[in-house]
């Protein structure tokens, strides 16, 4: 089944205490991307990847940093958390180029609270 | 004023009723997105427009390029199609950078 996961679906922290949320696709997609939905405000890009080693900032990057070393991963880094990146975070992935249907596919979505 | 604009913010239709949410936006684009999310959290991919008109079963997108604008349109209405429907474009300067609306928050009463 075609499907994009994130870990943890929940968590709270407290601040400062680094924390990483993982995404894994296993569609093959070459472009991935990290986004918060927080009230209000609506969905935000964090970051977004082209391709393995390829990454570039959103609209929000602050207080975030991602790698992609392997195509089918793009973990979310909070180096050191506060209170205002408690949010709900949402990873997606779709096949690059003109050629297809441009499709989201995004994961579960995973809670986060910084106390 | 935000890139991108959907309304109305919040719409209560009758089951059966055509349901029509708009999308108008300011920057140049590559190509527009039409995303449900149901309220268990999760968001689904429902269109992407880059010209024309897409049609899948009971849901309709256009996008008028030159006007800036979108529709997402559902006929015959079901209690089902209950959902926050978001716009979101995407950058027309070769990368990927997407921009989204607030979303419309669709509830079709039975």
């Known amino acids: 089944e075609a499907q994009v996961t994130q870990n943890p679906r929940y968590l709270i922290t407290v601040t400062g205490k680094k924390l990483t949320v993982t995404c894994s696709q296993n569609?093959?997609?070459?472009?991935m991307s990290w986004y918060r939905q927080d009230p209000g405000l609506g969905l935000r890009q964090i970051y977004y990847?082209?391709?393995?080693?390829?990454?570039d900032k959103g609209d929000v990057p602050e207080g975030y940093k991602v790698s992609r070393k392997e195509k089918r991963n793009f973990p979310l880094i909070l180096e050191s958390p506060s209170p205002n990146q408690t949010s709900l975070y949402f990873c997606?992935?779709?096949?690059?180029?003109?050629?297809?249907?441009?499709?989201?596919?995004f994961g579960e979505g995973s809670r986060l609270t910084v106390l | 004023k935000n890139e991108v604009e959907q309304s109305p913010q919040n719409l209560t239709a009758q089951e059966g009723e055509f349901i029509t949410i708009n999308c108008s936006y300011s920057?140049?684009?590559?190509?527009l997105h039409w995303l449900q999310q149901h309220p268990g959290g999760g968001i689904v991919s429902l269109f992407m427009?880059?010209?024309g008109k897409k049609k899948h079963g009971r849901l309709i997108a256009t996008i008028n390029i030159q006007e800036k604008h979108s529709s997402l349109h559902i006929t015959a209405s079901h209690p089902r199609d209950s959902a926050v429907y978001i716009c979101?474009?995407?950058?027309?300067?070769?990368?990927?950078?997407?921009?989204f609306g607030t979303g419309t928050r669709l509830t079709i009463i039975p």
């Open positions: 997606a992935s779709k096949r690059s180029g003109a050629w297809n249907t441009g499709e989201l596919f």
């Open positions: 569609m093959n997609h070459e472009y």
């Open positions: 990847s082209m391709n393995v080693e390829v990454t």
């Open positions: 920057v140049g684009i590559s190509a």
């Open positions: 427009l880059s010209s």
């Open positions: 979101a474009v995407r950058s027309n300067f070769g990368n990927e950078k997407l921009t």
